[in-house]
């Protein structure tokens, strides 16, 4: 599989959505799932939470304490291609990125005791061009500081696993988003795509103390569906 003439491509990719976000898997195995009888488990005893359900979803953080200081680093998935099979090209290349939350605008560490770990979840940034710019560049250039060598979707690939080697920090702006999969469509050669789903914390059904529930209820199908987040934008340190 071979780089187009990156001149060209950089000018003729059509303009799409950004791949869908996928929530974190929490027993995704990054080292695949075979067994091997030789290994034995790092843990014999896990320490359960007694007050812990494994049904129910922490909120996502408040928006209101945005921008949060966040760590970034690769995500198990790693740096993959998106490829045309048809012409045997690579056409744009993705960065599975990882943003832990660190720290709020106050800039203190707004997770300590409400939490065992930090919040943090996947985002899949391309070399794909939107106007004239792309979400990997995006990260590197304007919230990073650093530079790409090559203005190319290989040059961008390379240049974004160097910088998330070194652990950067930059911060987020972060938005809530409850997406129902039975009710959303995936675009083909017939139908159009249609996303059925609640964006921005403030659309979340409101508690007394103004807090948001962080539960949406499909207006299609009644299901119940919970709120993750996502990262909005990333801005300088
Ligand atoms: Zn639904």
């Known amino acids: ?108 560490d707004a997770f300590k005791g409400t939490r065992k770990d930090n919040p943090y979840t996947f985002d899949n940034a391309t070399s794909m061009l939107f106007g004239g710019t792309s979400r990997i560049r995006g990260i590197l250039v304007e919230a990073l500081k650093q530079t790409i060598g090559n203005p190319t979707h290989r040059g961008q690939g390379e240049a974004i696993l160097r910088a998330l080697a070194s652990e950067p920090q930059c911060r987020v702006t972060i938005r809530w988003k409850a997406r129902c999969e039975n009710c959303s469509v995936k675009k083909t050669a017939t139908t159009p795509k249609k996303d059925v789903q609640l964006l921005g914390e403030r659309n979340f059904p409101q508690k007394a103390d103004k807090s948001h529930i962080p539960v949406w209820q499909c207006k299609e199908c009644k299901a119940d569906i919970p709120a993750v987040w996502e990262v909005v934008a990333y801005l300088p340190a």
Not at 39 to 63: G, I, Q, V, Y
């Open 1 to 108: 599989m071979e780089y187009p003439d990156e001149s060209q491509v950089l000018q003729s990719i059509p303009v799409e959505d950004e791949p869908a976000y996928v929530p974190p898997a929490a027993n995704a195995a990054p080292n695949g799932g075979a067994s091997d009888p030789t290994l034995d488990f790092a843990d014999e005893t896990l320490e359960f939470d007694p007050e812990a359900s494994a049904f129910t979803r922490a909120a996502p953080p408040p928006e209101s304490l945005a921008p949060y200081r966040a760590k970034l680093t690769l995500g198990p998935k790693g740096l993959t291609t998106v490829n045309d099979p048809v012409a045997k090209k690579i056409l744009y290349t993705m960065a599975q990125v990882r943003v832990e939350l660190i720290a709020d605008k106050t800039g203190s």
